[in-house]
């Protein structure tokens, strides 16, 4: 008896110490940090539509100000501004919701101490729609410490309260403007975030941004009061902004016919008081008012002031951009005109200075028209690029749209019509006629092509139309000279096939058929060729992505005496755009006659994309790189058997850059460098 009660003792004594060796491996801030990630997965976002209202308002303090403030984006307004420093910008909205990630907010009252009424600063705005569920806080920046896929990224300290709460404090394992520290108030038990203080920086702006979040259902996924604090420092210069947001508000009891700047409506609707710092600069913005109203009388003298320097200045060196028409169906946006950092930079083209209009007008929810004027002149070779397309959707749902297109390129070379124009000149005058006429080897192209788009399903589109191309010697006095052809014309029927074996989401294939005949609208040039594409982007996680494109095309039929070869897909991009627009699926060291000397081709490009890769890693400067990319793009085609070209590439608040080398035939060829500003670029 004695034996079997100390073997039930013994193993009394074994379980206590095994259980209470399982239970210390349960630590309670891991599985509180694991609720925490896993909360939003608990909760149904599968609501109806509803309505809601918010209300907005803005300080803005401009602590230094001098010259360089006057080329920020949304900043001239309150830059050249002597007389005052401080302006308040209060905005009360009805928002409709389709669903969590999707809604119309249109504002039904706006009250606003800056001149003309101009949005200031804009760039922060964002910020008071912060999701911090998802991987990305901000639009597609700042990493999320709350989503469970950026873990690696952040270190953590949990303190447990009494109240059933802790306090998270999080900060990067590396310094990084995409990502933030601060600290969270998180309910023990759901996970679900409470309240939580985000500080980091962004573009140039230094922020600190807490909110408190929902309580239940759907709507603790998002803040119900966002509180910002931003700083904005350029070149000396210096801003201050406080905003701050409230969500979830009732129908305001405002007038129908209520104006913008109804000082009493604001007044009436406020949910919460100003501050006695707001409250000066809205009584100090009346007085001025009434000043103004007294001193109309003089409105004259003030001409230059009004036109020339509020109008014309900031027409000048910021964005032209606003609405028109009856219920603001149309708008337009102009880049500044004197703008300098819109440039770029690359081994073939040199410096370029870009310039963009666009211009958008909206008939009903499915049809719209907007046109895009898109130029670049490149000082190396003194030429100007430009592209204007004109595109009338007349059903949007299934992307059915009229595009119309004009257009130059790169001066094109024609072999043939060279060597015909030597041969003719060397049998009547015995010399060269290209020693006299360096250029003639050059035409320069002018095209025009009208298309027609439609959706046929999610998987299917078909594209078709027809496109012209007017060729004219540079130096036509040389082929004149000989009784040649100056200018070469092309007029060819198309037709595009697409096929998304998985949606949009996944690849694209592309079939193109181009067949140009002789004497048709006045063609000099017949040729046939055929191209396939295959393009796809793979999305991975915290903001790394694979971007994979493949292709091949050739002529299979060429009039003899023409050498104009231009594809669809395998060509250069004379009007390079930002790191987003072209900087992936091409080939940057690639001499451009290669691209119109051979009768087929086989590419394939393969780009990753990913924060904190490389260089991000670097101490202090490594805080600046908002992405990286790895290149590698391989060519088969006329004379290059194979191409391969290598590089890497990032970019910062101020620019993008890229380092590349290719190999020709197996030897080296070249290392070359691009470049682009992006400062202001998304401002």
């Known amino acids: 008896m004695k034996a079997q009660l100390n073997y039930i003792l013994s193993t009394l004594v074994m379980l206590f110490f095994v259980t209470g060796s399982v239970q210390s491996q349960n630590r309670p801030d891991l599985d509180l940090l694991d609720r925490m990630y896993n909360y939003s997965s608990t909760v149904d976002t599968t609501s109806?539509?509803?309505?809601?209202?918010?209300?907005?308002?803005?300080?803005?303090?401009?602590?230094?100000?001098?010259?360089?403030?006057?080329?920020?984006?949304?900043?001239y307004a309150i830059a050249h501004r002597v007389d005052r420093r401080q302006y308040l910008s209060e905005t009360f909205s009805r928002v409709h919701f389709y669903r969590l990630d999707s809604y119309d907010s249109k504002p039904i009252l706006h009250l606003s101490t800056i001149p003309h009424q101009h949005g200031t600063l804009t760039r922060i705005l964002p910020y008071l729609k912060p999701k911090i569920y998802d991987e990305t806080i901000v639009g597609n920046n700042l990493l999320s410490p709350f989503c469970k896929t950026n873990r690696k990224y952040y270190k953590y300290s949990v303190k447990f309260l009494l109240n059933g709460t802790a306090n998270i404090t999080y900060s990067p394992v590396n310094d990084n403007t995409q990502l933030v520290k601060g600290q969270a108030i998180v309910d023990y038990e759901s996970g679900r975030v409470i309240s939580t203080i985000?500080?980091?920086?962004?573009?140039?702006?230094?922020?600190?941004?807490?909110?408190?979040?929902?309580?239940?259902?759907?709507?603790?996924?998002?803040?119900?009061?966002?509180?910002?604090?931003?700083?904005?420092?350029?070149?000396?210069?210096?801003?201050?902004?406080?905003?701050?947001?409230?969500?979830?508000?009732?129908?305001?009891?405002?007038?129908?016919?209520?104006?913008?700047?109804?000082?009493?409506?604001?007044?009436?609707?406020?949910?919460?008081?100003?501050?006695?710092?707001?409250?000066?600069?809205?009584?100090?913005?009346?007085?001025r008012l009434k000043d103004e109203e007294v001193d109309s009388v003089n409105r004259k003298n003030r001409w230059?002031?009004?036109?020339?320097?509020?109008?014309?200045?900031?027409?000048?060196?910021?964005?032209?951009?606003?609405?028109?028409?009856?219920?603001?169906?149309?708008?337009?946006?102009?880049?500044?005109?004197?703008?300098?950092?819109y440039m770029g930079y690359d081994n073939?083209?040199?410096?370029?200075?870009?310039?963009?209009?666009?211009?958008?007008?909206?008939?009903?929810?499915?049809?719209?028209?907007?046109?895009r004027f898109?130029?670049?002149?490149?000082f190396k070779r003194k030429q100007l690029y430009y592209k204007l397309p004109v595109t009338y959707y007349y059903n949007k749902k299934r992307n059915g749209y009229i595009q119309a297109e004009m257009g130059n390129g790169n001066w094109i070379k024609n072999g043939n019509a060279l060597k015909a124009a030597e041969e003719a000149y060397i049998v009547e005058h015995g010399d060269s006629l290209s020693i006299k006429y360096p250029k003639m080897i050059y035409f320069k192209d002018k095209y025009f092509r009208i298309t027609n788009n439609y959706d046929i399903s999610k998987n299917w589109s078909i594209l078709f139309g027809v496109i012209f191309h007017c060729r004219n010697a540079v130096e036509k006095y040389a082929y004149q000279l000989v009784g040649l052809p100056d200018h070469y014309t092309s007029s060819a029927p198309?037709?595009?096939?697409?096929?998304?074996?998985?949606?949009?989401?996944?690849?694209?294939?592309?079939?193109?058929?181009?067949r140009s005949f002789e004497n048709f609208l006045g063609a000099n040039i017949a040729y046939e060729?055929?191209?396939?594409?295959?393009?796809?982007?793979?999305?991975?996680?915290?903001l790394q992505a694979l971007k994979i494109r493949a292709g091949a095309g050739g002529y299979t039929y060429k009039h003899g005496s023409s050498y104009f070869l231009d594809y669809s897909n395998f060509r250069e991009n004379y009007i390079p755009g930002g790191w987003n627009d072209d900087w992936s699926g091409g080939f940057e060291l690639l001499n451009s006659d290669y691209y119109n000397n051979s009768k087929y081709y086989v590419r394939g490009n393969l780009t990753y994309e990913a924060p904190l890769l490389l260089a991000a890693h670097i101490p202090w400067i490594g805080h600046f790189f908002?992405?990286?990319?790895?290149?590698?793009?391989?060519?088969?085609?006329?004379?290059?058997?194979?191409?391969?070209?290598?590089?890497?590439?990032?970019?910062?608040?101020?620019?993008?850059?890229?380092?590349?080398?290719?190999?020709?035939?197996?030897?080296?060829?070249?290392?070359?460098?691009?470049?682009?500003?992006?400062?202001?670029?998304?401002?």
């Open 348 to 371: 073939h083209r040199g410096f370029i200075y870009k310039f963009d209009i666009r211009l958008n007008y909206e008939f009903t929810r499915n049809s719209e028209i907007n046109a």
């Open 198 to 287: 985000l500080d980091g920086e962004f573009d140039m702006v230094h922020f600190s941004l807490g909110m408190n979040m929902g309580d239940e259902g759907l709507m603790s996924l998002v803040p119900t009061d966002v509180r910002l604090n931003s700083r904005f420092n350029f070149l000396g210069s210096r801003t201050e902004a406080n905003l701050r947001t409230l969500y979830g508000l009732g129908k305001p009891n405002i007038d129908s016919i209520a104006k913008n700047n109804d000082i009493q409506q604001m007044a009436n609707v406020r949910p919460v008081p100003l501050t006695i710092q707001e409250q000066f600069i809205l009584d100090d913005h009346i007085e």
């Open 626 to 683: 908002e992405m990286e990319r790895l290149y590698s793009s391989a060519l088969w085609a006329k004379d290059i058997h194979p191409y391969i070209e290598l590089g890497y590439g990032f970019t910062t608040r101020l620019l993008s850059a890229g380092v590349f080398v290719n190999n020709k035939n197996g030897k080296f060829e070249s290392f070359g460098v691009k470049m682009g500003l992006e400062l202001f670029r998304h401002w």
């Open 494 to 514: 198309n037709i595009q096939l697409q096929w998304r074996p998985t949606g949009w989401n996944g690849m694209f294939l592309t079939l193109d058929y181009e």
């Open 374 to 378: 898109n130029s670049g002149y490149s």
């Open 304 to 341: 230059v002031k009004d036109v020339l320097w509020d109008r014309i200045g900031d027409n000048l060196l910021n964005r032209i951009k606003g609405t028109f028409g009856m219920q603001n169906q149309g708008y337009l946006r102009i880049n500044p005109l004197l703008n300098p950092l």
């Open 529 to 542: 060729r055929i191209e396939l594409d295959a393009q796809q982007i793979k999305r991975l996680s915290r």
């Open 48 to 75: 109806h539509e509803f309505e809601s209202y918010t209300y907005t308002k803005s300080t803005f303090n401009v602590k230094k100000r001098n010259i360089a403030l006057l080329a920020v984006p949304t900043m």
